[in-house]
């Protein structure tokens, strides 16, 4: 059995993954703030764990919820994939309350944080496949106003990839880490980027005019594309993939 634990699967590309994951032989592990009731209504080995990624002080217990129902006997491999974010506050930081930005922190970089030292641990004793795809952004190197926690948090998410491969790399039983920018995706942050007040976040009409001029794939292609990359051969240890192979 390849077992499959994917965070963000209520819409866009979590719910792709999930998705087109869920087959013979797999079992597909959904973390959610909300339940998506398509996925939820599929047939086949898939089950549902709504959790807000925000209270990071309940991973351990949410892991061990997941891990239940993970076989070691059974297992062919183990893959955790690092899908949810949000993208606001859209504003300039002066703009941006501490509420605002202690939230955008723990879910783009602390879960992933937290939930990579939880999955490495309990699979420590598995002689699996094991890896970790991180989602990540080309706004950690790409840098556009109003968008300062978005852009730490992503390039904060791929330095902390580069760290573990290398800590990593070499273990008898290692597990693989690999930080992916995906591309720009018609999903929810693509939307709210755009439809944002420019008074509060100037860069609102650049999302609009790469909306606009047809540059935004679908998730569902996204999702194809990021799964022939974690289930392939050439998959790194602490790389950062910066452009998807069609």
Same mark, same amino acid.
């Given at each position: 059995?390849?077992?499959f634990i ?5 819409k866009g590309?979590g719910e792709a ?12 592990l ?10 939820a209504?599929?047939?086949g080995?898939?089950?549902y764990f ?17 891990f239940?129902?993970?076989d070691?006997?059974?297992?062919e ?5 690092n899908?949810?974010a ?9 703009q941006?309350?501490?509420?605002e ?12 944080m937290?939930?990579?030292s939880l999955?490495?641990?309990r699979?420590a004793?598995?002689?699996?496949d094991k890896?970790?795809?991180?989602l990540?952004s080309?706004?950690s ?10 852009s730490?948090?992503?390039?904060g998410?791929? +330095?902390f990839t /580069?760290?573990?491969g !290398?800590e990593?790399?070499g273990?008898? #039983?290692?597990?693989q %880490? *690999? ?5 720009m995706i018609?999903?929810?942050?693509q939307?709210?980027?755009?439809t944002?007040?420019?008074g ?10 790469i ?5 935004l794939?679908?998730?569902?292609? +996204?999702?194809? /594309?990021?799964?022939? !990359?974690?289930?392939g051969?050439s998959f #790194?240890?602490?790389? %950062? *993939? ?5």
């Open positions: 059995m390849k077992y994917i965070t963000g699967t209520s590309i993954l999930a998705g087109r994951l869920l087959a013979p032989g797999h079992c597909v959904c973390v959610s703030r909300s339940v998506n009731p398509v996925l209504s599929r047939q080995n898939l089950r709504p959790f807000d990624l925000s209270r990071s002080g309940e991973l351990d217990g949410l892991m061990d919820e997941i239940e129902f993970i070691p006997a059974d297992a491999s183990v893959y955790l994939i899908n949810a949000v993208v606001g506050p859209l504003a300039s930081i002066e941006c309350s501490a509420q930005i202690t939230y955008h922190m723990q879910v783009n970089l602390l879960a992933p937290i939930l990579t999955f490495i641990e699979t004793g598995m002689s699996v890896r970790i795809l991180n990540s080309a706004s190197k790409y840098l556009v106003p109003g968008m300062s926690c978005y730490t948090a992503k390039a998410l791929d +330095t /580069q760290a573990v !290398l990593q790399k273990k008898e #039983g290692g597990v %880490i *690999v930080s992916v920018w995906p591309g018609d999903t929810s942050l939307e709210e980027a755009r944002t007040d420019p509060r976040f100037a860069s609102a009409n650049l999302f609009a005019g909306k606009d001029k047809g540059m794939t679908t998730p569902e292609y +996204t999702a194809d /594309q990021l799964i022939r !990359l974690l289930l051969d #790194g240890q602490g790389t %950062i *993939v910066e452009q998807l192979l069609p």
